[in-house]
């Protein structure tokens, strides 16, 4: 799920026949939020504008990544990938995500569209990488598996990588990061259980 600063959030839910849908909700109402003619979505990122990330997947099983705009057009996103999604948004309209063979491929690459560019972020040896959230200086935040399939976070800002790991942890992974640099993500500890963390950026 994603909330912006006015309380407004975004998200998916699973009805009772197993379809995912996206959802908006903001000032009590409860918007269901689905490209027509598609039978799977989900809203996974949020900005000040009212602007969601996110992705629908079609009858054949790819998925591909859109931004809903606030006035409920959908924006496609045309990436060179069979299968895509659109995990973050900024408020300056940045949308960050990941593209891959398809959806069930062990294989990523993240990526950064900014005002109609597209930056591919591959980890430096890594054979996955997944680019999570963004903020409005343009640092995205994700995570990339090792050589041994380990999950380390990562800071991409200004073409270059700098992985972020909980000390003792694991796993770790970042999914989110504000203005002011902080980051949110989990972890896996080493006794196996998952845990919520916050890092506050370097003096």
């Known amino acids: 799920m994603a909330i912006n600063n006015r309380g407004e959030t975004a998200g998916f839910f699973i009805d009772q026949a197993g379809t995912n849908h996206g959802f908006l909700k903001g000032g009590g109402d409860f918007t269901p939020v689905d490209l027509p003619g598609t039978p799977f979505n989900q809203l996974l990122g949020l900005n000040e504008r009212g602007q969601a990330a996110g992705y629908y997947q079609d009858a054949t099983g790819q998925q591909h990544a859109y931004v809903r705009e606030q006035d409920g057009a959908f924006l496609v996103l045309a990436l060179p990938s069979p299968s895509s999604q659109a995990t973050g948004i900024s408020d300056n309209g940045t949308v960050v995500g990941f593209v891959q063979p398809s959806p069930t491929a062990t294989t990523a690459s993240g990526y950064m569209l900014k005002d109609g560019h597209l930056a591919v972020l591959g980890y430096p040896g890594a054979s996955l990488t997944e680019a999570l959230g963004v903020n409005d200086r343009g640092e995205v935040v994700g995570f990339y598996?090792?050589?041994?399939?380990?999950?380390?976070?990562?800071?991409?800002?200004?073409?270059r990588f700098q992985a972020v790991d909980v000390p003792g942890a694991t796993q770790t992974t970042l999914n989110g990061v504000n203005n002011e640099g902080q980051l949110v993500g989990f972890f896996q500890a080493a006794d196996g259980n998952t845990v919520g963390t916050v890092g506050e950026p370097r003096s």
């Open 145 to 159: 598996d090792d050589a041994n399939g380990n999950a380390h976070g990562f800071v991409y800002w200004r073409g």
